[in-house]
């Protein structure tokens, strides 16, 4: 065989490799946002937040002086689908729901620097609204790693966080194994590192069958935290069906008590 075409017959699964590598760098945040799911008119929000030229919107719920409560909802989750289901669980609470920039009817585009000035801006406003009330926080999947985050930066008495992960870099490793993630990736959520001084209350809830996030990277931020949490195992549910189950809603319920 002449010694070029030996050449090209290596130098090809290479260059196909780095371009491959090369367009998930450049795509990855497609590839780990989906808003396109969640989109709405932005007359069906009642909470708005100006962010210099980006507008946030999102949903309240309960009484105006209740003890307030932060959702942060997971990837292509409509996080106004939970609020009937929040009145019933938490009477007694002001609940907000805010999309993130890019999702329901927020404008932008998500970035993790994104998500975590605006979980900043929403809690300091809610700050202003309610002076003399503890704050409590849920995180769901990728919101997980945005509460926590905003645990690290503003006092939070107890945070729920729901499948969550340790770090987004090695969630997307198990998924993606043959790439090299390390030197890829912008967006890396590292939760075990925001909440490595967390000491308040904490609360886990996490599926049985979760086909998202890889039963290690809970272990391991639960490993993590300063003290240990209450661990929710719901064996039968999977990743976008937790809160179909009974023991979710009780669980939350119970905790925000």
């Known amino acids: 065989?002449?010694?070029?075409?030996?050449?090209?017959?290596?130098?090809?699964?290479?260059?196909?490799?780095?371009?491959?590598?090369?367009?998930?760098?450049?795509?990855?945040?497609?590839?780990?946002?989906?808003?396109?799911?969640?989109?709405?008119?932005?007359?069906?929000?009642?909470?708005?937040?100006?962010?210099?030229?980006v507008t946030l919107r999102g949903w309240t719920i309960g009484p105006d002086d209740g003890a307030p409560i932060l959702y942060f909802g997971g990837n292509g989750e409509r996080v106004e689908h939970n609020r009937d289901d929040f009145a019933r669980r938490f009477p007694r609470h002001r609940v907000y729901l805010l999309a993130y920039r890019g999702y329901g009817a927020s404008d932008g585009a998500p970035s993790e620097a994104g998500l975590f000035g605006d979980a900043l801006a929403l809690y300091d406003h809610v700050r202003a609204r309610h002076p003399d009330q503890a704050i409590?926080?849920?995180?769901?999947?990728?919101?997980?790693?945005?509460?926590?985050?905003l645990a690290a930066q503003r006092p939070v008495e107890r945070?729920?966080?729901?499948?969550?992960?340790?770090?987004?870099?090695?969630?997307?490793?198990?998924?993606?194994?043959?790439?090299?993630?390390?030197?890829?990736?912008?967006?890396?959520?590292?939760?075990?590192?925001?909440?490595?001084?967390?000491?308040?209350?904490?609360?886990?809830?996490?599926?049985?069958?979760?086909?998202?996030?890889p039963a290690t990277s809970t272990d391991h931020l639960i490993a993590a935290l300063p003290k240990p949490?209450?661990?929710?195992?719901?064996?039968?549910?999977?990743?976008?069906?937790?809160?179909?189950?009974?023991?979710?809603g009780e669980a939350?319920?119970?905790?925000?008590?």
């Open 136 to 149: 409590r926080v849920i995180g769901r999947s990728l919101g997980s790693g945005v509460a926590s985050y």
């Open 252 to 257: 939350l319920a119970r905790f925000m008590r």
């Open 1 to 53: 065989m002449p010694r070029t075409l030996l050449v090209l017959l290596c130098a090809v699964p290479l260059l196909i490799y780095a371009a491959l590598c090369w367009w998930v760098y450049a795509h990855q945040r497609q590839m780990m946002y989906y808003p396109q799911f969640t989109r709405v008119d932005a007359a069906a929000a009642n909470f708005s937040l100006a962010r210099g030229e």
């Open 229 to 248: 949490p209450e661990v929710v195992d719901i064996t039968g549910a999977d990743h976008n069906n937790l809160s179909d189950s009974t023991a979710y």
């Open 159 to 213: 945070l729920a966080l729901i499948t969550p992960y340790d770090s987004m870099e090695n969630v997307a490793r198990s998924h993606y194994g043959w790439l090299p993630i390390h030197w890829l990736i912008h967006d890396r959520y590292t939760s075990t590192t925001y909440l490595r001084d967390y000491t308040a209350p904490v609360l886990i809830l996490r599926a049985g069958r979760d086909e998202v996030i």
